[in-house]
Each structure stands twice: as C-alpha cells, then as structure tokens.
C-alpha cells in the first residue's frame, strides 16, 4: 500500500518507521515546516513536501498524523483525491472524516512517543475503525504488519481509552515532575526514585493496580499523612493535590 503521511511530529515519526520497516512505499512526507518533513522524509526515502496543492496523487493511503485541531481542515483538502485517509487521534471521532469522504478510517496507536526514543511498534496497541467493513478490514490488514496488537474499537470507547491513558500516562508523569521539584529543594537526586517507578510500573503488567497499591494512605496511616502535609504548607495546591489523591486510594480500598 503506498502512503502519504501528514504531519512530521512524534506520531508521524514513528508510524512513519513502522511502515518503512514492513516495506510499504511512503510516497511523500508533509509539514508546514519543510525542515521537519525533509528530516523525516529521508529517513524513510520519501518526498517531503509543505504544500498540500503538491499531493502525489498515485497514493493508497493518507495517514493524518496532526494536532487534532487540524485534522478536520487537512481532511477537506484532500477529499478531492477520493483515497482512503485515516487519522491517528485517541480524542477525535470518526465523524470528521465522515463529514468530507466516505473513504474514512481510524488508526491509532496506543503509546507515548518521542522522536529521540527507539519503540519496539511490533507492541504497540493499534486501535482501528473503520467507516464500513471492508475499510476495517483492509485497515486491520495493514495494521498486522506493523504490530503485533490490533483492535477494531469505536469512536466512543477510543475516547475512553484516550481519557485513560491520560490518567495511565500523562498524570504520573506530572507526578514524577511535582516529586522532582520536592528533592531538588532538598537537593536530592532523581535517580534515588527510578527504581521505585520502574517497581511499579512492572507490577501492573502482572496485577491489577487495586491489587498492589501500597502507602500510607492505603494502610490509613493518619500520622504519616499529617507530617506530609505539614511538610506540603507553604504550597496549598500540593497539599490539596494530596488529600485528594490520599481520598480516592483510601475510597478504593473502602470499595474492595
């Protein structure tokens, strides 16, 4: 299947791989910035291009790998072409393909990615949808290339699953940061906490998160929790922030 991917970004990047690595032709590369596509472009062999009046025409696929924001602007304009598109957002419906072509898809894969960062794709979760069944099909077919993990899931639930995998991903992570400002204060080191992250993040492969919940909150240790907030009051919100996590983890062992 020959593509043409939009966008140039970390998404772009690595799906742009996947599909170099399972031999399909990447016809073309566009950006706004000709730089960023002309990077990723001869990475993978194809043309970069920053105009969409440029589009090579003869291609299969086009794979919309932008700001969500953008996607529905970028699919109006390629309507014309009368080719499959598909875009790569957890947070955006089909529907706004829908609303330009019938040709229309999902591809999404589930991962946090950087272009700095090598991902082993043949893992990650691919979440397709398509606007009918041979669409699906046909997607389902070139997303078992790429990855070992394919999954027909609907608007609705990829929503869902979008919402929480920013629960999952994007709010420990802003965890990790608020604990990184707490020991640079006492000038302590991040690394002292990596081996406790990489604990826990390997016991969830295993177990259920209720199962292996650990810390003062779940053991209902009020002294602990007082010093912490003590600890925490000459910054309101991070006191708050912790009540209410303390709140949820000891509302979820009451529930168990």
């Known amino acids: 299947m020959r593509i043409t991917i939009i966008g140039s970004g970390n998404v ?11 031999r399909h032709p990447i ?27 440029w589009i090579n025409p003869n291609t299969d696929l086009f794979v919309i790998a932008v700001k969500d924001d953008a996607i529905e602007q970028i699919a109006s304009t390629l ?11 957890g947070a955006t419906g089909l529907d706004i393909l829908l609303n330009h072509t019938k040709k229309a898809g999902v591809f999404y894969p589930l991962q946090t990615f950087s272009k700095t960062r090598e991902v082993n794709f043949k893992t990650v979760p691919l979440c397709i949808e398509g606007a009918d069944e041979h669409i699906t099909t046909q997607l389902e077919e070139l997303a078992h290339t790429i990855t070992q993990n394919v999954y027909r899931i609907s608007s609705g639930k990829r929503k869902t699953l979008h919402l929480a995998a920013v629960f999952a991903c994007n709010f420990p992570n802003y965890l990790y940061h608020l604990a990184q400002q707490l020991l640079k204060q006492q000038q302590l080191d991040f690394n002292l906490l990596r081996p406790l992250i990489l604990e826990t993040a390997q016991k969830v492969q295993d ?5 292996v919940q650990t810390g003062p909150a779940i053991r209902n240790d009020g002294k602990t929790m007082d010093a912490h907030l003590l600890l925490l009051q000459e910054n309101p919100g991070l006191q708050q922030l912790y009540k209410l996590l303390s709140q949820g983890i000891i509302k979820m062992d009451n529930a168990g």
């Open 12 to 22: 772009a990047t690595h799906l742009a791989a996947a599909f170099k690595n399972a």
């Open 27 to 53: 016809l073309q590369i566009y950006s706004r910035d000709l730089q960023n596509a002309s990077a990723l472009a001869y990475n993978v062999r194809a043309e970069a291009i920053d105009n969409l009046d």
């Open 79 to 89: 309507a014309e072409h009368q080719k499959l598109m598909v875009h790569t957002s």
């Open 207 to 211: 177990h259920l998160p209720s199962d």
